[in-house]
């Protein structure tokens, strides 16, 4: 229907994907079986062309349907990662994978073959640095509004704020940032940038940085009243995070509900928990994401 948005491709669903039978003119796929359909696996007895794996490579595997980019493989296997993080493991068959909508059979390439290997990562995803001397702390910071917030931070962003030189400091609140600031005396090269919780329209929190933003002062937040509610419930196998009800405290509501007498046992399960930046919000991922741009931007460095 005109106006409707169409659905984003998928690089397994292709009509190539049918050489392994026939296109119907119904959209049907038919298989011709030959005069035998008992006598075995039909793609074992077809020649089809032999091709090495290689990491990143996008195939299907042929019995299950499973889609996914390969992401590791040993002598007689191979790991697949779909688009939504999901990994199997599946043999080197005969015939056992479909490449580009075509039967294929993988193998593992010899050794003798160059293997290109990912770059390793840090947990937020970013392409980690190579090791050295730890750099020199930069004038600039990063505050965030308490420790559990730091520590969140720490988790996700630690090896990267390392490599650029960027501190973290946790604030008690931020009810007195104003003066905060003033007693921090930023510039273009000692720039602030300031994490902040449930920042939306109306808030406290929303009147209080109107006083404090300027050229070298940016505050960034997420929508959520707690860091805690940054963090997906899936990472603790809930479906959601609990309601609490109206003027309970969030995290005393939210241990109440899953049944924690200490909200630092909570938190120390949440932090567990994380892994990487698939774990949290969007929102605190693009507002931590912008602070260490601002804070590290090359107009921040001395002379």
């Known amino acids: 229907?005109?106006?409707?948005?169409?659905?984003?491709?998928?690089?397994?669903?292709?009509?190539?994907?049918?050489?392994?039978?026939?296109?119907?003119?119904?959209?049907?796929?038919?298989?011709?079986?030959?005069?035998?359909?008992?006598?075995?696996?039909?793609?074992?007895?077809?020649?089809?062309?032999?091709?090495?794996?290689?990491?990143?490579?996008?195939?299907?595997?042929?019995?299950?349907?499973?889609?996914?980019?390969?992401?590791a493989y040993e002598a007689d296997s191979v790991v697949l990662e779909d688009r939504f993080g999901r990994r199997r493991l599946f043999p080197f068959l005969p015939a056992g994978f479909l490449l580009e909508g075509k039967l294929v059979t993988l193998r593992r390439p010899a050794r003798r073959d160059p293997v290109?290997?990912?770059?390793?990562?840090?947990?937020?995803?970013?392409?980690?640095?190579?090791?050295?001397?730890?750099?020199?702390?930069?004038?600039?910071?990063?505050?965030?509004?308490?420790?559990?917030?730091?520590?969140?931070?720490?988790?996700?962003?630690?090896?990267?704020?390392?490599?650029?030189?960027?501190?973290?400091?946790?604030?008690?609140?931020?009810?007195?940032?104003?003066?905060?600031?003033?007693?921090?005396?930023?510039?273009?090269?000692?720039?602030?940038?300031?994490?902040?919780?449930?920042?939306?329209?109306?808030?406290?929190?929303?009147?209080?940085?109107?006083?404090?933003?300027?050229?070298d002062v940016l505050v960034t937040g997420h929508p959520y009243v707690d860091i805690w509610q940054a963090v997906k419930p899936g990472v603790l196998g809930l479906a959601a995070w609990p309601p609490v009800p109206r003027g309970v405290p969030w995290k005393e509501g939210v241990c109440a509900a899953l049944g924690v007498a200490d909200p630092g046992e909570m938190w120390r399960r949440i932090l567990g928990a994380v892994r990487d930046f698939r774990d949290l919000e969007p929102p605190l991922l693009g507002a931590v994401e912008r602070l260490i741009d601002f804070v590290t931007s090359p107009a921040t460095d001395p002379v």
């Not at 650029?164 to 921090?184: H, K, M, N, S, Y």
């Open 116 to 215: 290109t290997r990912p770059a390793p990562r840090t947990p937020s995803g970013s392409i980690a640095a190579p090791s050295g001397p730890a750099r020199v702390a930069r004038a600039s910071r990063i505050w965030v509004e308490g420790i559990q917030d730091a520590e969140l931070v720490e988790r996700i962003w630690g090896d990267d704020l390392r490599a650029e030189g960027v501190v973290v400091e946790p604030l008690d609140g931020i009810d007195a940032l104003p003066q905060a600031c003033r007693a921090f005396q930023p510039g273009p090269t000692r720039r602030l940038g300031i994490l902040v919780d449930h920042l939306v329209p109306g808030s406290k929190e929303s009147r209080i940085i109107a006083a404090v933003q300027g050229p």
């Open 1 to 71: 229907m005109a106006g409707e948005p169409h659905p984003e491709p998928d690089p397994c669903r292709t009509p190539a994907r049918d050489e392994a039978g026939r296109q119907s003119r119904h959209g049907l796929r038919s298989v011709d079986y030959g005069p035998d359909v008992l006598a075995g696996d039909w793609r074992r007895r077809r020649t089809v062309p032999t091709v090495n794996a290689a990491l990143g490579m996008v195939v299907e595997d042929a019995d299950s349907g499973f889609c996914g980019a390969i992401v």
